[in-house]
Antibody
């Protein structure tokens, strides 16, 4: 069955960086766009970014463009979210999900806390 | 950005009775491929969101048939025909037509 496992969440100071990972199993990874979505008490659910199978098509929400970078390693069946210049309002549970537009499957989430 | 507005935000329900949640978008959700990317999710406490309905009215595998979705254009509805205790949680609509794809604020369903 489909499984998405996120990791990398942590407590980090404002201005710091983190890299989240999401490892997939149970489906043909190279057939699908992969996505990062976050859930925070203040902003609710927010779709942050997606990446196409060959990494040619990438999009970001305005709130993270220029600070976050999505990437994927198809050989490792893993999608990443590099998060730089973190702010207090980036505090959230971060989920990977697929497919694009439809979000049928989600991981369990990884918690990121940005605080001094 | 397309704003998704749900109502009500809090929905007290009675077991065995129907319940419905409205979702309105600030733009029409018909995509160029002919699909309307309006999805509904349920989130129970401590769990990840679970998709219930995709493309307005298609029920996901394993979702009880008491859940149904309807609507078109900018107005959509999730209906629970007879509420059961396990339906407690927060429900979100989400549009996948216009980037950035956006979610409603959530409707808390409680007994």
């Amino acid at each position: 069955q489909v499984q998405l496992v996120e990791s990398g969440g942590d407590l980090v100071k404002p201005g710091g960086s983190l890299r989240l990972s999401c490892t997939a199993s149970g489906f043909i990874f190279t057939d699908y766009y992969m996505n990062w979505i976050r859930h925070s008490p203040g902003k609710g659910l927010e779709w942050l970014s997606y990446i196409s199978p060959a990494s040619h098509d990438i999009m970001y929400a305005d709130s993270v463009r220029g600070r976050f970078a999505i990437s994927r390693d198809n050989a490792k069946r893993t999608v990443y979210l590099q998060m730089n210049s973190l702010r207090v309002d980036d505090t959230a549970v971060y989920y990977c999900a697929f497919p694009a537009r439809l979000a049928r499957d989600w991981g369990q989430g990884t918690k990121v806390t940005v605080s001094s | 950005d397309v704003v998704m507005t749900q109502s009500p935000l809090s929905l007290p329900v009675t077991l065995g009775q129907p319940a419905s949640i409205s979702c309105r978008s600030t733009q029409g959700l018909l995509y160029s491929d002919g699909s309307t990317y309006l999805n509904w999710f349920q989130q129970r406490p401590g769990q990840s969101p679970r998709r219930l309905i995709y493309k307005v009215s298609n029920r996901d595998s394993g979702v009880p048939d008491r859940f149904s979705g309807s609507g078109s254009g900018t107005d959509f509805t999730l209906t629970i025909s007879r509420v059961e205790a396990e339906d407690v949680g927060v429900y979100y609509c989400m549009q996948g037509t216009h980037w950035p794809w956006t979610f409603g604020q959530g409707t808390k369903v409680e007994i």
